[in-house]
């Protein structure tokens, strides 16, 4: 089993592109999760999703899109990207309240 | 809504010496409760886990103690290495996702 993989693991966006992170897992698990990493900030929520079609907003959730069209799939999307979204981006899925994280996509945006 | 406190970092210590990461939380009832690890370039992975009051945790010969009276989940290990060298996190599951701390970074010397 791959577990949960994120890809890309590291992209440098110009102010005001667009790109998606891309999240799949292979475990079956209902719940998904992304989260942004930053120094002295721990972990934040940006969206979760409890099940295909179901998603809701985080703690922070300005400037993000998801979607969560099959179960595997979870993919989050910069509209238009800000400096301020520079940041290691982690996607999580869960069964029974225990998490597996994907290895993160470390994000620059200049 | 749920919150999680965590010691400020960083710990510097001598290899062999004992160890204590304080973590309390804010939650309604009685959630689950995780320490998670994250070695440097990599993602999070889950240490311990206690599911209900006065379970303990243990797992690398760390260890946790699940105490509802002081609304705590304290990290301890009773030797530790320079492979323990990581970012600690405490976290609970609540309203279908985690609550992070903000990480405790831990360095150990030989």
Redesign the interface.
């Known amino acids: 089993n791959a577990g949960v993989t994120q890809t890309p693991k590291f992209q440098v966006l110009k102010t005001g592109q667009s790109m998606t992170l891309q999240c799949a897992q292979d475990m079956n698990h209902e ?1 998904m ?1 992304w ?1 942004r990493q930053d120094p ?6 940006i969206h ?1 999703s ?1 099940g295909a079609g179901i998603t809701d907003q ?1 703690e922070v959730p300005n400037g993000y899109n998801v979607s969560r069209s099959t179960t595997e799939d979870f993919p989050l999307r910069l509209l238009s990207a800000a400096p301020s979204q520079t940041s290691v981006y ?1 996607c ?1 899925s ?1 069964y029974n ?8 996509t470390r994000l620059t945006v200049v | 809504g749920n919150s999680v406190t965590q010691m400020e970092g960083p710990v510097t210590l001598s290899e062999e010496a004992f160890l204590t990461i304080n973590c309390t939380y804010t939650a309604t009832g009685y959630p689950s409760l995780f320490w998670y690890v994250q070695y440097p370039g990599e993602g999070l992975q889950l240490l311990l886990k206690a599911t209900k009051a006065d379970d303990k945790g243990s797992n690398k010969g760390f260890e946790a103690t699940y105490r509802k009276e002081t609304t705590s989940f304290h990290l301890e290990k009773g030797s530790v290495q320079v492979s323990d060298s990581a970012v600690y996190f405490c976290a609970l599951w609540g309203y279908s996702t985690l609550t992070f701390g903000k990480g405790t970074m831990l360095l150990v010397s030989p």
Do not use: D, I, N, P
Request: no cysteine; proline share 0%.
């Open positions: 719940y999760s989260y002295g900030m721990g972990l934040r929520l979760y409890v985080g982690f999580a869960s309240t225990e998490a597996f994280f994907g290895q993160g």
